[in-house]
């Protein structure tokens, strides 16, 4: 089994605790056990689904199902890691390691498809499950790696393991690696202190992700006089209209997204509902999650010196490419001030903006995107609302990333309209290669709504494996808005580069070819993962690209070519502000990480204010991307001193995307060499010779800053 699934999935990962009742009448057991009985043979999750690839039955699927097959995933898996574990023959791979990544098959199933839904069509009832199955997931983790007999088998075939071929020897390091790291060479003591601190964290992850749920739900602005939303599209007061109707609201209901800036402050006129909503958003969740993510970080910092690392950034990079928070520390402080010194360059055109509007007020930070689209509308004489007709949802998605995929290898998408869907909203696809062989299935989740996680996300219900006989199952997740029934989906850029990032994911998982499932995928260093879905969003202004897609949904004309012009010449615009929000973001996820267990924290945004100073990225009309109180990715999301891993791997994923560009670009030979290289590859060897077997050598940071208009 991919143990990391259960910890990526709850930041940690049971012990089944018997209950029984003491007096029981013998016809109410017989009953129960019937009952039982048939829940169980009516439970999808009890067996492998018979749809293709083994995607979920989720028209079969109901609530009541998670709990009685988490319970006998985790009963079969501990029956299956003790027979490993006392085998009374001397450990060998295939007795030992290849029996782990065998077993935990129920586990697994049940795990990725609760764990998957809980993020997409959270309630109540996935709510209280999940707040109940992460400790228990937790300590069923801590009791396979922190077990000495099992340790000891996997430590003997390490001491083995040169007779092995190069992949089985990887896999061997994975797992003595992860034992190591979970504390497997702890004393007894140690031990139960770690397991004591999981179980904390995982309680504290899920308290965390469910307080930012609930704000999504909680914490929005309510707008009752139309005058207010001058600015807005017709359509889009129409969708804020039906948003309000639907959550049984008079007027006009604005939600958030999960960043600090909001989308729709770069249209609204009226200033004072401009800061309204970005105080909204910029202090959201603080009450709830300030003291949550407090003790985070303290009982990240304690493990992690229990583990022989000075701090929890320590303990995480050391598992990463970037190996030390100092690599990390350098890369984020070298691109700080000449990211400020252009956000500051930025900021004066705004300024001057405002004042030739004849306004009288330093530019804020719910100022900055109203007025910056003016500076952009002037200097490039472009309109996001003249842009937005010829970015159509469905033709992007077709049109746009479906032809530039089957351009660069091949592949076509086939709908599959005759496989359930978790949600009216989800469209599933078949994927195939030229020759007609199957790849895989693609879920896409497009829409936002309630009981949906903020962002983008790619993720898998079933991962590739050869040993398991197993085709990729994976979807997209992205959060537009949804129009008003009958309006089209039309697309800001931003939108556009979005959902081709996240196919890179995708493509990442889909295109995997590995035989272990612990190695296949998107089973990467966090500072890897991230290559593949930033390679993969400048596809999306390639000219053959771009001419097929961006056409008109009403005339379907192409983008005039001077409006494209100046959208292609706007690329850059703005990147001061795009560079600092986000290195202020991965900075304070590095900071409130390089902490001791000792240290005292009283108020996080005192402690984020002194970090930012620290860097010398403390420019008030940029703020974070992420203030810490809904920062997902640091604190419940998997990128604890890790979010800096966006920008390292922007390294490569420019680097690639020049040296393709160099190389004739959009072809199969290009598109072939790539998913060889890099996209079959998982973690089944080392990821910087994955890169170098492509490219030829290993990347600069030249492109990079190209990429982001740092330099000319």
Same mark, same amino acid.
């Given at each position: 089994?991919?143990?990391?699934?259960?910890?990526?999935?709850?930041?940690?990962?049971?012990?089944?605790?018997?209950?029984?009742?003491?007096?029981?009448?013998?016809?109410?057991?017989? !009953?129960?056990?019937?009952?039982?009985?048939?829940?169980?043979?009516?439970?999808?999750? $009890?067996?492998?689904?018979?749809?293709?690839?083994? +995607?979920?039955?989720?028209?079969?699927?109901?609530?009541?199902?998670?709990?009685?097959?988490?319970?006998?995933?985790?009963?079969?898996?501990?029956?299956?890691?003790?027979?490993?574990?006392?085998?009374?023959?001397?450990?060998?791979?295939?007795?030992?390691?290849?029996? $782990?990544?065998?077993?935990?098959?129920?586990?697994?199933?049940?795990?990725?498809?609760?764990?998957?839904?809980?993020?997409?069509?959270?309630?109540?009832?996935?709510?209280?499950?999940?707040?109940? $199955?992460?400790?228990?997931?937790?300590?069923?983790?801590?009791?396979?790696?922190?077990?000495?007999?099992?340790?000891?088998?996997?430590?003997?075939?390490?001491?083995?393991?040169?007779? &092995?071929?190069?992949?089985?020897?990887?896999?061997?390091?994975?797992?003595?690696?992860?034992?190591?790291?979970?504390? +497997?060479?702890?004393?007894?003591?140690?031990?139960?202190?770690?397991?004591?601190?999981?179980?904390?964290?995982?309680?504290?992850? !899920?308290?965390?992700?469910?307080?930012?749920?609930?704000?999504?739900?909680?914490?929005?602005?309510?707008?009752?006089?139309?005058?207010?939303?001058?600015?807005?599209?017709?359509?889009?007061?129409?969708?804020?209209?039906?948003?309000?109707?639907?959550?049984?609201?008079?007027?006009?209901?604005?939600?958030?997204?999960? !960043?600090?800036?909001?989308?729709?402050?770069?249209?609204?006129?009226?200033?004072?509902?401009?800061?309204?909503?970005?105080?909204?958003?910029?202090?959201?969740?603080?009450?709830?999650?300030?003291?949550?993510?407090?003790?985070?970080?303290?009982?990240?910092?304690?493990?992690?010196?229990?583990?022989?690392?000075?701090?929890?950034?320590?303990?995480?990079?050391?598992?990463? $490419?970037?190996?030390?928070?100092?690599?990390?520390?350098?890369?984020?402080?070298?691109?700080?001030?000449?990211?400020?010194?252009?956000?500051?360059?930025?900021?004066?055109?705004?300024?001057?903006?405002?004042?030739?509007?004849?306004?009288?007020?330093?530019?804020?930070?719910?100022?900055?995107?109203?007025?910056?689209?003016?500076?952009?509308?002037?200097?490039?004489?472009?309109?996001?609302?003249?842009?937005?007709?010829?970015?159509?949802?469905?033709?992007?998605?077709?049109?746009?990333?479906?032809?530039?995929?089957?351009?660069?290898?091949?592949?076509?998408?086939?709908?599959?309209?005759?496989?359930?869907?978790?949600?009216?909203?989800?469209?599933?696809?078949?994927?195939?290669?030229?020759?007609?062989?199957?790849?895989? &299935?693609?879920?896409?989740?497009?829409?936002?709504?309630?009981?949906?996680?903020?962002?983008?996300?790619?993720?898998?219900?079933?991962?590739?494996?050869?040993?398991?006989?197993?085709?990729?199952?994976?979807?997209?997740?992205?959060?537009? #808005?949804?129009?008003?029934?009958?309006?089209?989906?039309?697309?800001?850029?931003?939108?556009?580069?979005?959902?081709?990032?996240?196919?890179?994911?995708?493509?990442?998982?889909?295109?995997?070819?590995?035989?272990? #499932?612990?190695?296949?995928?998107?089973?990467?260093?966090?500072?890897?993962?991230?290559?593949?879905?930033?390679?993969?969003?400048?596809?999306?202004?390639?000219?053959?690209?771009?001419?097929?897609?961006?056409?008109?949904?009403?005339?379907?004309?192409?983008?005039?070519?001077?409006?494209?012009?100046?959208?292609?010449?706007?690329?850059?615009?703005?990147?001061?502000?795009?560079?600092?929000?986000?290195?202020?973001?991965?900075?304070?996820?590095?900071?409130?990480?390089?902490?001791?267990?000792?240290?005292?924290?009283?108020?996080?945004?005192?402690?984020?204010?002194?970090?930012?100073?620290?860097?010398?990225?403390?420019?008030?009309?940029? #703020? #974070?991307?992420?203030?810490?109180?809904?920062?997902?990715?640091?604190?419940?999301?998997?990128?604890?001193?890790?979010?800096?891993?966006?920008?390292?791997?922007?390294?490569?994923?420019?680097?690639?995307?020049?040296?393709?560009?160099?190389?004739?670009?959009?072809?199969?030979?290009?598109?072939?060499?790539?998913?060889?290289?890099?996209?079959?590859?998982?973690?089944?060897?080392?990821?910087?010779?994955?890169?170098?077997?492509?490219?030829?050598?290993?990347?600069?940071?030249? +492109?990079?800053?190209?990429?982001?208009?740092?330099?000319?």
């Amino acid at each position: 089994m991919r143990i990391s699934i259960i910890a990526a999935a709850v930041s940690a990962t049971l012990v089944l605790g018997a209950c029984s009742s003491n007096v029981v009448n013998q016809e109410q057991t017989n !009953t129960k056990q019937v009952k039982t009985m048939q829940t169980a043979a009516n439970n999808v999750l $009890m067996k492998k689904s018979p749809l293709t690839y083994q +995607a979920p039955q989720f028209d079969k699927l109901s609530i009541d199902d998670y709990e009685p097959a988490f319970a006998a995933g985790i009963a079969e898996h501990n029956t299956q890691i003790a027979v490993i574990t006392n085998n009374p023959l001397a450990p060998t791979f295939e007795n030992t390691i290849v029996a $782990m990544e065998k077993s935990g098959e129920l586990l697994t199933r049940v795990s990725k498809t609760f764990y998957n839904l809980a993020s997409v069509i959270s309630n109540d009832d996935y709510q209280r499950i999940e707040a109940d $199955m992460g400790p228990k997931l937790t300590a069923h983790e801590d009791n396979i790696y922190l077990n000495p007999t099992l340790f000891a088998r996997v430590q003997t075939i390490g001491a083995n393991k040169a007779s &092995l071929t190069p992949l089985d020897q990887r896999l061997v390091e994975h797992y003595y690696n992860n034992f190591v790291r979970a504390g +497997a060479k702890l004393n007894d003591a140690d031990k139960a202190t770690v397991r004591e601190i999981n179980g904390q964290l995982s309680t504290l992850a !899920t308290e965390f992700s469910q307080n930012i749920l609930k704000s999504f739900k909680n914490d929005t602005i309510v707008v009752n006089d139309k005058a207010l939303l001058a600015g807005l599209s017709e359509s889009e007061i129409a969708s804020l209209a039906s948003a309000a109707k639907k959550a049984g609201k008079d007027g006009y209901l604005i939600t958030l997204v999960n !960043t600090t800036r909001q989308p729709i402050l770069g249209s609204l006129e009226n200033r004072s509902l401009r800061k309204k909503i970005w105080q909204a958003s910029s202090q959201r969740a603080m009450s709830t999650n300030g003291p949550v993510l407090i003790k985070l970080a303290q009982l990240r910092a304690q493990k992690a010196q229990l583990l022989g690392y000075p701090t929890w950034a320590a303990y995480v990079t050391a598992d990463q $490419m970037a190996k030390t928070p100092a690599a990390v520390y350098d890369i984020l402080d070298d691109l700080a001030p000449k990211a400020v010194a252009k956000a500051e360059v930025e900021a004066q055109a705004i300024q001057e903006q405002i004042t030739a509007n004849g306004e009288n007020f330093s530019v804020q930070p719910w100022d900055w995107a109203y007025y910056s689209e003016k500076v952009r509308k002037a200097k490039y004489d472009l309109d996001e609302n003249i842009i937005k007709p010829y970015f159509e949802l469905d033709r992007v998605l077709h049109d746009g990333l479906f032809f530039a995929m089957q351009k660069l290898y091949g592949i076509t998408f086939k709908a599959r309209k005759d496989l359930p869907v978790y949600h009216d909203d989800v469209q599933a696809f078949e994927v195939f290669n030229q020759d007609g062989s199957s790849i895989g &299935l693609f879920y896409f989740d497009p829409y936002a709504r309630e009981g949906k996680g903020g962002g983008a996300w790619m993720d898998e219900f079933v991962t590739q494996s050869e040993l398991l006989k197993q085709k990729p199952v994976v979807y997209n997740v992205l959060n537009i #808005p949804k129009p008003a029934a009958g309006q089209p989906t039309l697309l800001t850029f931003d939108e556009v580069t979005t959902l081709f990032h996240e196919f890179g994911h995708a493509a990442h998982g889909l295109f995997s070819q590995v035989k272990y #499932p612990s190695l296949a995928g998107t089973a990467t260093a966090r500072d890897f993962v991230e290559f593949p879905s930033q390679f993969n969003e400048d596809w999306d202004i390639n000219p053959e690209v771009i001419a097929n897609y961006a056409k008109h949904y009403q005339t379907g004309e192409a983008i005039p070519k001077a409006l494209l012009d100046k959208l292609l010449a706007a690329h850059h615009f703005n990147q001061g502000f795009d560079t600092t929000e986000y290195l202020a973001a991965a900075l304070i996820d590095m900071e409130w990480h390089s902490i001791t267990p000792d240290t005292k924290i009283d108020d996080v945004a005192a402690f984020e204010k002194k970090a930012l100073a620290k860097h010398g990225i403390d420019f008030a009309p940029v #703020p #974070p991307r992420y203030k810490s109180a809904y920062f997902s990715h640091a604190f419940a999301g998997g990128y604890s001193a890790g979010y800096y891993a966006y920008l390292w791997t922007e390294v490569f994923a420019a680097d690639a995307f020049a040296y393709m560009t160099q190389h004739d670009g959009l072809n199969r030979e290009n598109g072939d060499k790539f998913r060889s290289s890099v996209l079959s590859m998982g973690n089944s060897k080392d990821l910087m010779q994955d890169y170098i077997d492509f490219r030829g050598s290993k990347p600069t940071t030249d +492109a990079l800053l190209k990429r982001r208009g740092l330099v000319d």
